[in-house]
T-cell receptor, first 117, second 111 residues
C-alpha cells in the first residue's frame, strides 16, 4: 500500500522557472490538499480539492495552481518560481472525520524540498 | 492571522516523565482537533484527535485534553520515551473541512 506518493523529493529552480510537483494517492480518497512548511510558520494550506474537477484555495494560494482531473492525482504547479516559494511541500490525502472507521484522517506524503535561487 | 497557535517552539523532557504540549486556537467554530507527529524528512502522521463535544480522549500513552472555554488543548505523553522526540503539530477543523495547523513544538526526550 503506497499511500501518498510525492515526486520529486528535492528540486532546485531558478527564479522565473516553472515546474509541477506531483502527488498521487491509492486510497481512493476524494479529499486532497497541498501544504507548505516553513520555519516558525507551521503547515499552511495552499490549495485543496474535495473531488475530481473541484479545487479551492487555502491560506496561501498565490503563485500556485492546481487541477484535479482524476481521484488519484493532485499536481501543484508553480508558474513562475520565486525565492519566497522555497519551502518543503507536503501533499495530503483524506480529511479528518469523527467516525474513525471511515479512516479519513489526512495522510501525508514524504514531502518535496524546493529551493528557488 | 494565526488561528491555531503553539507558543512553545521547543520542549525538553527526561525519559519517563510527562510531556505536555499546548495549543491555543481563536476560532470558536472549530469542532474537531487533532495532533500530528513529524519526524525529520518525513511527512506528518496522525497521532490522536478529539471532538469538541468531549474534553478528554486517551490512546495508550497519549491523552488530549480540550478546554473549550479557554480555547485551549493539550497533549500529554506519559511516560515519555526517546522515540517520542519529534515535532508535534496541533490542527483544527470545522465541519471536517480543511485542516488548519499550528506552528509546531519540537519535543526532545533525553535519557
Amino acid at each position: 500500500n503506497a499511500g501518498v506518493t510525492q515526486t520529486p523529493k528535492f528540486q532546485v529552480l531558478k527564479t522565473g522557472q516553472s515546474m509541477t510537483l506531483q502527488c498521487a494517492q491509492d486510497m481512493n480518497h476524494e479529499y486532497m490538499s497541498w501544504y507548505r512548511q516553513d520555519p516558525g510558520m507551521g503547515l499552511r494550506l495552499i490549495h485543496y480539492s474535495v473531488g475530481a474537477g473541484i479545487t479551492d484555495q487555502g491560506e496561501v494560494p498565490n503563485g500556485y495552481n492546481v487541477s484535479r482531473s482524476t481521484t488519484e492525482d493532485f499536481p501543484l504547479r508553480l508558474l513562475s518560481a520565486a525565492p519566497s516559494q522555497t519551502s518543503v511541500y507536503f501533499c495530503a490525502s483524506g480529511r479528518p472525520h469523527r467516525d474513525r472507521a471511515r479512516n479519513t484522517e489526512a495522510f501525508f506524503g514524504q514531502g518535496t524540498r524546493l529551493t528557488v535561487v | 492571522d494565526q488561528q491555531v497557535k503553539q507558543n512553545s517552539p521547543s520542549l525538553s523532557v527526561q525519559e519517563g516523565r510527562i510531556s505536555i504540549l499546548n495549543c491555543d486556537y481563536t476560532n470558536s467554530m472549530f469542532d474537531y482537533f487533532l495532533w500530528y507527529k513529524k519526524y525529520p524528512a518525513e511527512g506528518p502522521t496522525f497521532l490522536i484527535s478529539i471532538s469538541s463535544i468531549k474534553d478528554k480522549n486517551e490512546d495508550g500513552r497519549f491523552t488530549v485534553f480540550l478546554n473549550k472555554s479557554a480555547k485551549h488543548l493539550s497533549l500529554h505523553i506519559v511516560p515519555s520515551q526517546p522515540g517520542d522526540s519529534a515535532v508535534y503539530f496541533c490542527a483544527a477543523t470545522r465541519n471536517t473541512d480543511k485542516l488548519i495547523f499550528g506552528t509546531g513544538t519540537r519535543l526532545q526526550v533525553f535519557p
